[in-house]
């Protein structure tokens, strides 16, 4: 997003990545419904986003800052000036971490900014300057960045990525959140990784031209996997009317809870590949359902190297229900052989 990428075969040596030929495998939407999109930032000046609905676009991205120190010039009017104009917009913070700890430190800046601000798409991070840093530096410092805006502001974050990226860098831990990804050329991002069942944005081209705008921009697709509540937190689950779906979830196993169908479950969310469901994913639940059946206890025996960090993500749950559930009065100090349940 208006930095120069890393080319594959760069970050290739960089990082050490060997990859043999594969077929390529294109990554669908995930749902399948799809909303015309772009993402700006100050390089886009003064926009006329009121041009910008009527030419058909639905979905804007707007550039909150970058690192821990700099707001985006354009951030606050952008934001208001798409709302005016009846389009849904959301905020991306370019992060330039080289540590954990800056990680949480950049996450913590962008949770500020936008916390006062009506957004309907989940807050993205953009973190794509891997240079000097392994990947597994990279994944821990995503991570971090995740969790802690993820914790800050109640939502499920969005990952924006290329496709080398997410083929070859991200590991299964950040393929437990929504995938943003950038790919030009081809008709649908080529990822095959297997970490998403597909994604929820498509940045398809850099050079778009969009009535309203002065000069190139991003242009994508977005599906309902983008957006939150309007008020910019995820709804909480209430049993008869949402879940929100955790890792290791299916839909037959969510129907059973509620006394429901898989058909009726597909029908009532638009579900055109039953499937196909995700992590933090929130599912209605068509009036008429029974109370859900207790989910049977499942607990986790903690392993040399764990955090709760983690561990609350795997399960889909949060370091604080973990804590409650476990009695733990410092969730930093768990052990190898601690048996924890699981909320």
Known sequence: MRRQRICAGALALVLGVFCLSAPAMALGPDPEKTYRGIDVSVYQGDIDFQQVRESGVEVVYIRAGEGSGYTDPYFAANAEKAGQAGLRYGFYLYVTARSEAEARTQAAFFAGLIQ????????????????????????????????????????????????????HVWGSALGAYPLWAADYGPSEPDITSGHWAGWAGFQYADDGQVPGIRGRVDLDHFTGAIFVEKDGGDPEPTPEETYTVRRGDTLWAIARRYDTTVAVLAQANGLSDPARIFPGQVLRIPYGGEDPEPAPEETYTVRHGDTLWAIARRYGTTVAALAQVNGLSDPARIYPGQVLRIP
């Open 116 to 167: 006062e601000k009506e957004y309907h798409c989940r807050p993205a991070m953009d973190f794509e300057d891997f240079s000097g840093l392994s990947i597994r530096e990279v994944n821990a410092i995503g991570l971090a960045f995740m969790e802690e805006l993820e914790e800050r502001t109640g939502v499920t974050p969005v990952l924006y990525s290329d496709a080398y990226a997410a083929d």
